[in-house]
């Protein structure tokens, strides 16, 4: 199975911050990645998919980027909506497999 | 509007079984993959099983492959997860998503609320 490889764990940051969270696979996935936003006694909600197209009705302070193994989600202007716990996803194939997550509180 | 929605969850002893059901509404249903995707408490998302539209492709997380089948109903608009020799690890809320590519591994742009199985005697 390939290992998805998240970092930070935890990320403490200021509302207007810029932030990033850096999410690395076992092996090369192309650009089939997908990241989600996650709030407590909540459903994943899908932000961003094939490694950089931003999902319809997300706000474009999201954007992603990478391709092979090393990919990045970056907020550029963190709102107080924006605490929550970020989720990147492989689907290059099965098992599809998930990053241990990084939950962005506020400093 | 895509709405799905788990029933099933609940309390079961070690070494017991527990059906879980997703009832799916506003698309096609059996154009696409449905997995079911669960979260134990406090940790992170583990995908557990996928079942192409047809049915005829499916495959298992090891962690449960061999305790669990995952089926689908399309004339129900319905997919189930049936589990079996349940596990304290196994405790955690299940979600059913949607696939959005058709053919082929793919994220998930629709989740359900969530079911909860506890395991516990």
């Known amino acids: 199975d390939i290992q998805m490889t998240q970092s930070p764990s935890t990320l403490s940051a200021s509302v207007g911050d810029r932030v990033s969270i850096t999410c690395r696979a076992s092996?090369?996935?192309?650009?089939?990645l997908a990241w989600y936003q996650q709030k407590p006694g909540k459903a994943p909600k899908l932000l961003i998919y094939?490694?950089?197209s931003l999902e319809s009705g997300v706000p474009s302070r999201f954007s992603g980027s990478g391709s092979g193994t090393e990919f990045t989600l970056t907020i550029s202007s963190l709102q107080p909506d924006d605490f929550a716990t970020y989720y990147c996803?492989?689907?290059?194939?099965?098992?599809?497999?998930f990053g241990g997550g990084t939950k962005v509180e506020i400093k | 509007e895509v709405q799905l929605l788990e029933s099933g969850g609940g309390l079961v002893q070690p070494g017991g079984s527990l059906r879980l059901s997703c009832t799916a509404s506003g698309f096609t249903f059996s154009s696409y993959a449905m997995s079911w995707v669960r979260q134990a408490p406090g940790k992170g998302l583990e995908w557990v099983s996928v079942i192409s539209g047809s049915g005829g492709t499916i495959y298992y997380a090891d962690s449960v492959k061999g305790r669990s089948t995952i089926s689908r109903d399309n004339s129900k608009n319905t997919v189930y997860l049936q589990m079996n020799s349940l596990r304290a690890e196994d405790m955690a809320v299940y979600y059913c998503?949607?696939?959005?590519?058709?053919?082929?591994?793919?994220?998930?742009?629709?989740w359900g609320q969530g079911t909860l199985v506890t395991v516990s005697s």
């Open positions: 092996q090369s996935i192309s650009s089939w």
């Open positions: 094939k490694a950089s």
């Open positions: 996803q492989q689907y290059n194939s099965y098992s599809l497999t």
């Open positions: 998503a949607k696939e959005r590519i058709i053919l082929g591994a793919s994220h998930f742009d629709y």
